[in-house]
């Protein structure tokens, strides 16, 4: 595009000495100029060549063949943005927003945005504040509301955080038709045609973003300031249950509830996370099927798996396609041991929703608990698709092929993990144990080694490095190991006798006897102690 560009103005160039020399009487074409120079601006911008960009854009300005060219100044004040010159991007802004009339006030407005991001970025809250509350007086709109109320929230202003979030919720939605125009209810063919056509059509689509972004922009902004507006969580998050519930998106309060909820879980608060979720026991609706979904989770982590089901039953009910529902009922079954029966809940929550990692997840492990390695390996393999380098993931396919006896598919499965987690001392551990029982002893050594740097309490890999140690007549490496051995198991009579038949096999004889006479006035029982004496 750059190239076109600069091949564009070199013709226009051309153009002009042409009708110069010919002294033709021919009026300039300003306009072709002007779109000439501004397309060149523009791909210099693009491609981040922001120099040569404000150059052309300075030959625009001083023109004074070009009317309006002021207002370019708002792309100068864009380029300083996107270099990080922020003091120099709101003074063009500033420039720009003085060539605009009074008349034309959304490109007023657009300006002020501008504005008021580089003020943000700059951390002048303040003077952002001021630009953004311009914007709310003449146009409101959910974005400027939301970055007024960040700005308030950067200062800490309780009251103003609370001033802008009703400020917020007193926009109206317009254009925005009600959902009853797009239900198909009348008796006329000709009237359910159009409603069937309009349902999924281009200006619907517009609407549904419309509606998406207001519900986004209201439930972040309650997030947000709901844990610090009052002296309580939970009272900030009933203030702003009661705002929403008294202005037009009433039905947005059941969302924030079961944000409450969700918080009072990460709080681990769980009484609290149950109380709140029941409120919503007897309503039929999808929010009420996601707190069902929610309480039967936390039943099943309590190990109230009766419970759990009616909770689950509930949801289902309330809405039938909740892929979360389902999962928690093949979770009930797959603990009582219903293997079957887990895997079918798992397979209609997977025709509900295909992208239910839990679902896909839970069905692989269903198979893997009924030895059906095959159809377990299909299901990780999937989610493998779906859910890229994931250990746990990763991990399964590993020890499926482990238990199909797929010794290197297991071990290239296992090593793709360890690169994962490089510091998980069990499956490092995992990994030496399977080279040892491929007799490559080194790479045993190596695995277990680093298994031991991470986990250096693990008395079954102590005791193979040290057993490592005596088979390759490194006696003294190999009571580096038993004596921390002893020290973890003082009362394990094996580790101290360990030590002294290192120093006995290492020619230490003195030093072997002194130890188990030590042995001995410790453990005067010990037969094999005993045994060296006699």
Not at 192 to 200: D, S, W
Request: proline share 2%; aromatic share 10%.
């Amino acid at each position: 595009a750059l190239d076109k560009a600069k091949d564009a103005a070199s013709k226009e160039r051309a153009l002009t000495r042409q009708r110069d020399q010919l002294a033709l009487e021919i009026t300039p074409n300003m306009d072709l100029t002007f779109s000439v120079l501004l397309n060149l601006a523009t791909q210099y911008g693009n491609n981040e060549m922001y120099g040569e960009a404000m150059n052309t854009y300075q030959i625009i300005i001083k023109n004074r063949s070009f009317t309006n060219a002021g207002r370019l100044k708002t792309n100068m004040g864009n380029l300083c943005f996107s270099q990080g010159n922020y003091p120099k991007a709101i003074k063009f802004y500033r420039m720009a927003l003085d060539q605009v009339p009074n008349t034309h006030r959304d490109m007023r407005i657009k300006i002020m945005k501008n504005i008021g991001l580089a003020f943000v970025k700059l951390g002048q809250y303040t003077d952002a504040i001021t630009s953004y509350e311009y914007i709310m007086a003449e146009k409101a709109d959910f974005r400027t509301a939301l970055h007024l109320l960040l700005c308030h929230y950067a200062l800490g202003d309780k009251e103003k955080m609370k001033k802008s979030f009703t400020k917020l919720l007193d926009i109206v939605l317009d254009h925005v038709e009600d959902e009853d125009k797009y239900s198909t209810t009348s008796d006329d063919p000709q009237t359910n045609l159009i409603v069937e056509a309009i349902k999924n059509d281009s200006l619907r689509k517009i609407e549904r973003q419309r509606k998406q972004e207001a519900e986004w922009t209201i439930l972040t902004a309650a997030k947000l300031i709901a844990p610090v507006i009052s002296d309580s969580f939970a009272a900030g998050y009933e203030w702003c249950v009661d705002q929403i519930k008294l202005s037009p998106y009433a039905d947005l309060g059941n969302d924030l509830e079961i944000n409450k909820a969700v918080t009072y879980l990460r709080k681990r608060e769980f009484n609290q996370a149950i109380e709140t979720l029941k409120a919503f026991e007897r309503k039929e609706t999808k929010v009420a099927s996601t707190a069902a979904t929610n309480l039967a989770f936390l039943y099943f982590l309590q190990g109230d798996v009766s419970q759990a089901e009616k909770c689950s039953d509930q949801a289902v009910i309330a809405d039938r396609y909740n892929a979360g529902a389902l999962v928690n009922h093949g979770n009930c079954s797959l603990s009582k041991g219903d293997h079957e029966k887990a895997i079918e809940y798992y397979k209609e929550a997977l025709a509900n929703e295909a992208s239910c990692v839990e679902a896909l997840y839970n069905l692989g492990l269903a198979y893997k608990k009924m030895n059906n390695a095959e159809d377990a390996l299909e299901s990780f393999y999937k989610l493998h698709g779906i859910v890229r380098n994931h250990p746990q993931v990763i991990y399964q396919i590993a020890s499926l092929y482990e238990q199909l006896e797929d010794i290197d598919q297991a071990l290239e499965w296992y090593q793709q993990v360890i690169t994962l987690v490089p510091t998980d001392p069990h499956l490092l551990a995992k990994i030496g144990d399977m080279y040892e029982a491929e007799s490559d002893k080194q790479q045993a050594f190596q695995y277990h080694s680093d298994s031991y740097r991470y986990f250096p309490s693990n008395m079954e890999i102590i005791q193979k490095l040290g057993s490592y140690y005596i088979e390759s007549q490194m006696f003294e490496e190999a009571i580096k190991y038993f004596e921390r051995a002893a020290i973890i198991q003082p009362n394990q009579v094996k580790w101290k006798l360990m030590v002294a038949a290192c120093l006995r096999r290492s020619g230490n004889y003195q030093q072997a006897l002194e130890e188990y006479k030590t042995i001995h006035r410790k453990f005067p029982d010990d037969v094999e102690c005993k045994k060296i004496f006699l």
